[in-house]
């Protein structure tokens, strides 16, 4: 076995022993400041400079953390009140269209639209096709309890009608009212493509389409002159 087999065959006997006794240099401390790794930015460093950069990204992965749930919480928290609110506007309506324009006000607050639409209302406004809504439920919620993201223009039009303004380069939340999606739909938008995506919590609208589908039952549409 030449010199060069005998070396080999020695470095790999010492990886594998590191590996089965990853605390051996915890009692050598003298043999870390010896040993020498070669970094592709700053040449051969020591191993303690390594590890000392590496706890230092990880504080500063930390700390990107920690701030990005801070300002999740800070944003759920200001959501939460925003709804808080709203939903005591809605208690306060004594017709549908009231709690509807309770709803746009708030998502204008939010600098959202809000697009409201139903498969049974006298209101042209906000009629609903049910074929579309039909083709789109299928196509998109699939046991999902909304849809999040962009929206193809055939979907936005199916929806929304030609004449209604919805942002084509924008995002969506679109959530059936009810289970059995029967009274049709309560949906946002941005002009922020990035806004509304498949990943985000969608609690508080969910619970926000559940009140609204109660009203849409239990309110009228015009005021009683009897």
Not at 13 to 35: C, K, Q
Not at 152 to 176: I, N, Q
Request: aromatic share 10%.
């Amino acid at each position: 076995m030449s010199d060069t087999q005998v070396d080999a065959l020695s470095a790999e006997l010492v990886a594998e022993y590191l590996r089965d006794n990853p605390d051996f240099f915890v009692t050598r401390p003298e043999l870390v400041e010896r040993i020498r790794v070669p970094h592709y930015q700053s040449g051969t460093v020591s191993l303690t400079q390594i590890q000392l950069n590496r706890q230092r990204q990880r504080i500063e992965e930390l700390e990107e953390e920690i701030t990005a749930l801070m300002s999740l919480a800070a944003t759920n928290d200001r959501t939460f009140h925003t709804f808080m609110d709203l939903q005591e506007q809605m208690f306060k309506c004594r017709l549908l269209p009231e709690v509807i324009r309770a709803i746009e006000l708030t998502a204008l607050d939010l600098n959202l639209k809000a697009h409201i639409r139903l498969l049974d209302t006298p209101v042209t406004e906000y009629q609903l096709d049910k074929e579309h809504w039909q083709r789109f439920s299928t196509n998109h919620f699939n046991g999902r309890q909304a849809y999040l993201g962009r929206m193809r223009k055939s979907d936005r039009e199916g929806l929304f009608g030609t004449d209604y303004f919805a942002p084509e380069m924008g995002s969506y939340v679109v959530l059936p009212l009810n289970i059995t999606s029967q009274q049709g739909m309560l949906a946002f938008s941005s002009e922020d493509g990035g806004h509304f995506q498949p990943c985000m919590d969608t609690l508080f609208l969910r619970h926000l389409s559940v009140v609204f589908s109660y009203f849409v039952d239990a309110l009228p549409w015009y005021e009683s002159h009897e």
